[in-house]
T-cell receptor
Framework: RKEVEQDPGPFNVPEGATVAFNCTYS??????FFWYRQDCRKEPKLLMS???SGNEDGRFTAQLNRASQYISLLIRDSKLSDSATYLC????????????FGQGTELSVKP | DADVTQTPRNRITKTGKRIMLECSQT?????MYWYRQDPGLGLRLIYY???????NKGEISDGYSVSRQAQAKFSLSLESAIPNQTALYFC???????????FGQGTRLTVV
């Protein structure tokens, strides 16, 4: 089983749609969680950190469920510019601080 | 200017050649990482370093070596390149254990 798993997609949605991505992780000791965005063959960039209480940044909401070991990202009112690959990232906590990446979920927002 | 800079950005090399990828950062972070990205496999950790001269293997270190002689620099070497090392390579830094990582712009390496 992979340490971090995501549905690779692609998710094809119309502009204005709400879309949700889920990610599961295997290490229950994991301490910190992030969503990154990666545009085609460019470097990943931090979209948002994920906190136990859940957090929101504009149209983006991240949730963490420690009991079930999954993380979610909700995007409301999708824009064409949201088209990218979204990477779920976990810090296992007991491996010296290195980050483990999911394979990414591809989102394509259409007019 | 980018905070994390990788050179070269693109490289084509022949099988058996030695090649070095360079990474430098101006963020003042102690922790540095090398990842490779292949289609469908996501980013996989090659090596990481938490301080000068500290070297740790990641999940796919075979065929690679690294050097960390200064806080700001972390170089990745392929001693004898092979075609299945064709990939997109990223260097990253982080400030401390539970914080996010910042990436360089990537090096596209092709081994023919």
């Amino acid at each position: 089983r992979k340490e971090v798993e995501q549905d690779p997609g692609p998710f094809n949605v119309p502009e204005g749609a709400t879309v949700a991505f889920n990610c599961t992780y295997s290490n229950s000791a994991s301490q910190s969680f992030f969503w990154y965005r990666q545009d085609c063959r460019k470097e990943p960039k931090l979209l948002m950190s994920v906190y136990s209480s859940g957090n929101e940044d504009g149209r983006f909401t991240a949730q963490l469920n420690r009991a079930s070991q999954y993380i979610s990202l909700l995007i409301r009112d999708s824009k064409l510019s949201d088209s990218a690959t979204y990477l779920c990232v976990v810090n296992p906590g007991n491996q010296g601080g290195k980050l483990i990446f999911g394979q990414g979920t591809e989102l394509s927002v259409k007019p | 200017d980018a905070d994390v800079t990788q050179t070269p950005r693109n490289r084509i090399t022949k099988t058996g050649k030695r090649i070095m990828l360079e990474c430098s950062q101006t963020k003042g972070h102690d922790r540095m990482y090398w990842y490779r990205q292949d289609p469908g496999l996501g980013l996989r950790l090659i090596y990481y370093s938490f301080d000068v001269k500290d070297i740790n293997k990641g999940e796919i270190s075979d065929g690679y070596s690294v050097s960390r002689q200064a806080q700001a620099k972390f170089s990745l070497s392929l001693e004898s390149a092979i075609p299945n090392q064709t990939a997109l390579y990223f260097c990253a830094t982080s400030r401390q254990m539970n914080t996010e990582a910042f990436f360089g712009q990537g090096t596209r390496l092709t081994v023919v």
